[in-house]
């Protein structure tokens, strides 16, 4: 019936020895005839290929075998569609995962090759923005660990997100080269392509009485081709596949007009396609709004729905078990679109029913909200979208049409009510909603932690969720323990496994049987030890690449993240600029020595963002070169945040700074990454740091700042900040200095608008929290002063947060939305 039953009779490949001889031999092998180098004159990148070569053999056998029994149990796939999957390196998970580093590392050493050296060398794959690409990319290990059979679906750029540099303090954003040398995981599959349409017209033909079809005729066409990378499971449990689309015109060049003279004209069809995969838009958590935006969503969208029904077909007869065979979990609004797409496939290509196509998209599908922002959530311009997708238009139109109908009949709903359900926003220019054909077209819709998911159901989508009551719930973000600690913290790892035993490394909540060690002196010796060492690396790299020199006795105090006004590395800035203040006015006192960092990309087109930036980098230059500080202080914005700079910094941190305005962070996971390696958290009542204070006692986390209720209630009923601020004997200094110019001799009034900001409507809060917060940090330099205090504390950080592992999540999700056992 299929090609898996046909080819029955080949056998399954044999296990691999992995000893460090096997290994040497192999690495030679792939050297000379896949590479073509001789060994002799081999360049450090070429062992990382032939590395990276030996270690994808191993994972590809796991691979046909993981998918074999998929096909063969008829298990249920699940299919994660993201725009985003912001990977990093992959060696490093690989072989750990595999289990073969210890034995890799010996074999290159045979050769005197430092596995730590070419490891550098690994392109950090940046196919997303933030936390909710890092999100996919930590799904991805996990759903292979629980032994899920899934696939990650995005678009495989060329480049990922932007390189970021820094000229005299602003931040300049360059191209990533990412697939300059090739990429030695990926397979490319040109039997795996589809045909993509965009605009054009919808033709009706009627078949009988009852029957009409809708065939759309696009006026452009592109293909998409799949590129596979195989994930591996923790100790190679499975290796599930991400699958990102490239694209192609139909025809690379057009001969006639190239024969004719037009030898530019010849390869604009060329150019255009290829355009669609050629960058991912650098704005994290505020939609692009660009017509080269919905082109890709649709384009990876149709690519891969397309994909799932043929793979379903290969298998089954037709789509009435698509639901029980298939789940579509949308990593946010992005690939909303595949709700009309694959109702448009069911119907206008395989000849369902409206209502039958309806019933398994709503079957099939599940939304995980990211934001509540409402400005956030994506709408497009009807025309626009009329335009480039008519025969989705149709579709929207008549999904809509249902949904009203289904209000109509809830009695409780009001015109209020069923206008915002409604799938068009008719307030202004028309637009689509994607947030709500997302909704509707799911039959789970879930928040990523417990606080964000209750403020789903008050505010963007009440009324939506008046309407289908049983749709919202929660999963609570997670990481992966293999990368956010096996792999980036390998002494800690280490220690912990001495400790305790292994039985952490497969269940992460075995961590809590480090809770007894909390108050071991010696214990707590050899964990600050550990953290010290972490903290002598990260000021190598400074001192590395900024030249500046730190103090590892200091307290490392990080914030790193995406740079955003609700996130307030502002805050922390002030603060800083308050702290400095201090010091020099009151010398005799015993300050707590600190090195403030901070690591992060702004969006180029954010204004304030970008502002931010330069302002941390003007506030360190004046005091990491005042001498009245006397090195207790210092300011150090490291460029270039990214994961392999994450997996330096996190291990580092003493002190995680999770500072957002609270109601604004629906989860965050960094930090999550910075409490399991030992650092105490700073935070407000947001996000996640919410069930974090659950899990590791509020004792051993310091909460500080309003809460999102009294945000809420504070901006409905208006605040005055002004009144705050002159309030604040510390804060207004700060500020007066700063937008003075103090920081900024060369241009006095830069800042001046991001203080007037905070005067005049402060929506991120920034200043009603100050001085809780400046409160807090004080607290925090006292428990930094007793050792066996601040050990106790990281400690039972590092020893509560097993149930943030990513595994537990992807259960979660398996067993309540997936049901993919
Ligand atoms: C974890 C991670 C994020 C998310 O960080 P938050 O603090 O949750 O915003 C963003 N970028 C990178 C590179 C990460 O590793």
């Known amino acids: 019936m299929s090609r898996q039953v046909e080819n029955e009779n080949v056998p399954a490949a044999e296990p691999r020895e992995s000893s460090p001889k096997i290994l040497a031999q192999e690495i030679i092998e792939r050297l000379t005839y896949r590479i073509g180098k001789d060994p002799k004159v081999a360049k450090p990148h070429d ?22 029994k998929t096909y063969e149990s008829g298990r249920k796939r699940v299919y994660y569609l993201s725009l985003e999957f912001l990977i990093g390196r992959l060696m490093r998970d690989a072989i750990t995962n595999l289990g073969i580093d210890e034995a890799l590392r010996e074999a290159l050493g045979t050769f005197g090759v430092d596995i730590d050296v070419i490891a550098q060398l690994e392109p950090d794959a940046a196919l997303g923005n933030g936390g909710l690409g890092r999100l996919a990319a930590c799904f991805m290990e996990s759903m292979a660990t629980v032994d899920i059979p899934a696939y990650g679906y995005g678009i495989r750029y060329v480049h990922g997100l932007f390189r970021q540099q820094m000229s005299d303090g602003w931040q300049v954003e360059l191209p990533e080269t990412w697939l300059a040398h090739g990429n030695p995981w990926e397979f490319e599959r040109r039997e795996s392509s589809y045909e993509i349409g965009f605009g054009g017209s919808v033709e009706t033909v009627n078949i009988d009485e009852e029957v009409t079809r809708y065939l759309w005729k696009p006026a452009e066409r592109v293909i998409a081709t799949a590129c596979d990378t195989p ?6 449990k499975r290796t599930n596949t991400l699958r990102l689309w490239t694209a192609h015109p139909i025809d690379p060049i057009l001969l006639d007009a190239f024969n004719a003279g037009d030898h530019i004209g010849a390869l604009r069809e060329s150019n255009k396609a290829e355009s669609l995969a050629r960058v991912l838009y650098p704005a994290d958590a505020t939609p692009a709004g660009q017509e ?5 969503e649709y384009f990876f969208s149709s690519a891969s729905l397309q994909d799932i029904l043929r793979r379903h077909l290969q298998q089954y007869p037709d789509f009435t078990s698509l639901p029980d065979k298939v789940s579509i979990q949308l990593n946010d609004t992005h690939p909303a679109v595949s709700v009309a797409e694959l109702v448009r496939l069911l119907t206008d290509v395989h000849g369902l029913s409206f209502d039958q196509a309806w019933d398994i998209a709503r079957h ?5 909200n990211h934001t509540l922002l409402p400005e956030a959530l994506e709408t497009w311009p009807v025309p626009l979208f009329e335009r480039l997708l008519p025969r989705h238009m149709q579709i929207v139109y008549a999904i809509n049409a249902k949904i009203m109908i289904e209000a109509r009949k809830e ?10 359900i409604s799938l068009i926003d008719e307030s202004g220019d028309r637009r689509v909603r994607m947030g709500n054909l997302a909704f509707v077209g799911s039959h789970s819709i879930n928040g990523v932690s417990a606080l964000h998911t209750e403020l789903m159901k008050d505010t963007v989508f009440a009324d939506l ?18 990368r956010w600690l096996m792999q980036c913290n390998p002494a800690l790892f280490s220690l912990i496994r001495e400790a305790i035993g292994d039985a952490f490394m497969d269940d992460a909540e075995e961590l809590k049987a480090l809770d007894a060690f909390a108050d071991d002196r010696e214990f707590q010796a050899r964990f600050a030890a550990i953290k010290r060492d972490n903290k002598v690396k990260l000021a190598q790299l400074v001192q590395n690449r900024m030249g500046v020199r730190l103090n590892p006795s200091a307290m490392f105090d990080i914030q790193i993240k995406r740079i955003h006004e609700y996130k307030r590395q502002l805050l922390n800035i002030i603060e800083a600029v308050s702290l400095y203040d201090q010091i020099r006015s009151h010398p005799e006192l015993d300050w707590v020595p600190r090195v403030k960092l901070f690591a992060g990309k702004a969006a180029p087109s954010y204004h304030n963002a970008k502002l931010i930036i330069k302002l941390a980098n003007d506030v360190a230059r004046v005091i990491n070169n005042d001498p009245a500080v006397r090195g207790l202080l210092k300011v150090v914005f490291v460029p270039n945040y990214n ?4 997996e330096i910094m996190v291990p580092a941190a003493d002190l995680s700074e999770q500072i957002s305005t609270a109601g604004m962070e629906a989860s965050g996971t960094g930090n999550m990454k910075f409490a399991l390696n030992g650092a105490l958290t700073i935070g407000t009542l947001d996000g996640a740091n919410v069930e974090m204070r659950d899990q590791v006692g509020e004792e051993n986390i310091k909460i500080f700042g309003m809460t999102a209720e009294e945000v809420s209630k504070a901006r409905a009923e208006g605040h005055n900040p002004r009144a705050i601020i002159e309030g604040s004997r510390e804060l207004s200094q700060a500020l007066q200095a700063i937008a003075s110019g103090v920081f900024s001799h060369d241009d006095r009034g830069r800042f001046s608008g991001l203080v007037d900001g905070l005067y005049s409507h402060d929506w991120f809060m920034v200043a009603a929290d100050f001085d809780a917060y400046a409160k807090a940090q004080r607290e925090v330099d006292a428990l930094w002063t007793d050792e066996a205090v ?6 039972r950080n590092t020893a509560r947060m097993g149930w943030f592992s990513s595994d537990r999540t992807i259960r979660q999700y398996s067993k309540e939305i997936w049901r993919a056992g």
């Open 47 to 68: 062992w990382l290929t032939a590395a990276i070569l030996v270690a994808r053999d191993r994972i590809t056998d796991n691979w046909m075998d993981s998918t074999r």
């Open 231 to 236: 994930v591996v499971g923790w100790r190679a």
């Open 292 to 296: 080269l935006r919905l082109r890709q």
């Open 364 to 368: 099939t599908f599940s939304y995980t």
């Open 411 to 420: 009695k409780r709903l009001g015109d209020e009510a069923i206008r915002t």
């Open 465 to 482: 969720h008046r309407l289908y009551p049983q749709r919202i719930n929660n999963k609570t973000n997670g990481i992966t323990p293999r």
């Open 643 to 646: 994961v392999s700079l994450a």
């Open 790 to 795: 601040w050990y106790g504390k990281t400690i």
